[in-house]
């Protein structure tokens, strides 16, 4: 089991920027790759953004690129989303997910307000 625990969610106006942080525990880190996953208000959740074991390769939805960087460190056992740039429809609850090959394992998520 993989414990997925998210941080840094807020209110931010349109423009600004947050850092959101998910620590893990439980397994190897470094075994895992790492997503950010996002749930808006009435919609299904969507993909955001992975990066892989070693942190050397990463992937973006559209939606986002350009504006959002996913990080890894893997000796804190921590993968982060710098967000930039933040407008009113990024506003949603924003989940990690850590998996071997799927996704397999979840965190509670953190919410995530952009003022227009």
């Known amino acids: 089991q993989v414990q997925l625990v998210e941080s840094g969610g807020g209110l931010v106006q349109a423009g600004g920027s947050l850092r959101l942080s998910c620590a893990a525990s439980?397994?190897?880190?470094?075994?895992?790759?790492m997503g950010w996953f996002r749930q808006a208000p009435g919609k299904e959740r969507t993909f955001v953004s992975r990066?892989?074991?070693?942190?050397?390769?990463?992937y973006y939805a559209d939606s986002v690129k350009g504006r959002f960087t996913i990080s890894r460190d893997n000796a804190k056992s921590t993968v982060y989303l710098q967000m930039n740039s933040l407008k009113p429809e990024d506003t949603a609850v924003y989940y990690c997910?850590?998996?071997?090959?799927?996704?397999?394992?979840w965190g509670q998520g953190t919410q995530v307000t952009v003022s227009s």
């Open positions: 997910a850590a998996g071997a090959a799927e996704f397999d394992y």
């Open positions: 990066i892989s074991r070693s942190g050397g390769s990463t």
């Open positions: 439980g397994r190897t880190f470094s075994n895992y790759i």
